[in-house]
T-cell receptor
Framework: GQNIDQPTEMTATEGAIVQINCTYQ??????LFWYQQHAGEAPTFLSY??LDGLEEKGRFSSFLSRSKGYSYLLLKELQMKDSASYLC??????????WGAGTKLIIKP | GAVVSQHPSWVICKSGTSVKIECRSL??????MFWYRQFPKQSLMLMAT?????????EQGVEKDKFLINHASLTLSTLTVTSAHPEDSSFYIC????????????FGPGTRLTVL
């Protein structure tokens, strides 16, 4: 079957760095997306990785290891507005996004 | 990035009535649109995929006669929840994609449906 494994919840301090890990198993693989979802809102796109390695985009970076079925999202200089759920969504061989329940990130002052 | 709108943002209806949700791509042509449903604290669940001018492809367990999807143009798709019941209360989100499967899906803001 296909599944996504992320921590349910994480807590971090404003200004700090946090890494959200994701392991996945899919039927085929066509890249992996990270989305941010604030409560009551639709997800917004953060990053897309299809090759191994680190993609940096401002305060957010995303890493992929296809052989390990592993990705992480790194958030630096955390701000209160970063409190949200972070969704790891690999794309399978049918180009469908596979969704987990995401990681709820709580930022404390 | 590209913009997708949904209307209405939220709707409350009585059990047994039908509700139509519109999804529009405002600045691109969405050759494919996806409809998702999300219950509180749960993951997004793909309900159906629609290509412009074709019948929608429904995921297993989604009743096509209950959730009617029409993708009549490259900028508009509609989801009609027929004879809605309280268990249909959920957050419905559409996404639009232009071109090939590798292209990004752009999310609409979602529609919160409450069935009394």
């Amino acid at each position: 079957g296909q599944n996504i494994d992320q921590p349910t919840e994480m807590t971090a301090t404003e200004g700090a760095i946090v890494q959200i890990n994701c392991t996945y198993q899919t039927s085929g693989f066509n890249g992996l997306f990270w989305y941010q979802q604030h409560a009551g809102e639709a997800p917004t796109f953060l990053s897309y990785n299809v090759l191994d390695g680190l993609e940096e985009k401002g305060r957010f970076s995303s890493f992929l290891s296809r052989s390990k079925g592993y990705s992480y999202l790194l958030l630096k200089e955390l701000q209160m507005k970063d409190s949200a759920s972070y969704l790891c969504a690999p794309m399978d061989s049918n180009y469908q996004l596979i969704w987990g329940a995401g990681t709820k990130l709580i930022i404390k002052p | 990035g590209a913009v997708v709108s949904q209307h209405p943002s939220w709707v409350i209806c009585k059990s047994g009535t039908s509700v139509k949700i519109e999804c529009r791509s405002l600045d691109f042509q969405a050759t494919t649109m996806f409809w998702y449903r999300q219950f509180p604290k749960q993951s997004l669940m793909l309900m159906a995929t629609s290509n412009e001018g074709s019948k929608a492809t429904y995921e297993q367990g989604v009743e096509k006669d209950k959730f009617l999807i029409n993708h009549a143009s490259l900028t508009l798709s509609t989801l009609t929840v027929t004879s809605a019941h309280p268990e249909d209360s959920s957050f419905y989100i559409c996404t639009g994609r232009e071109g090939g499967e590798y292209n990004e899906q752009f999310f609409g803001p979602g529609t919160r449906l409450t069935v009394l």
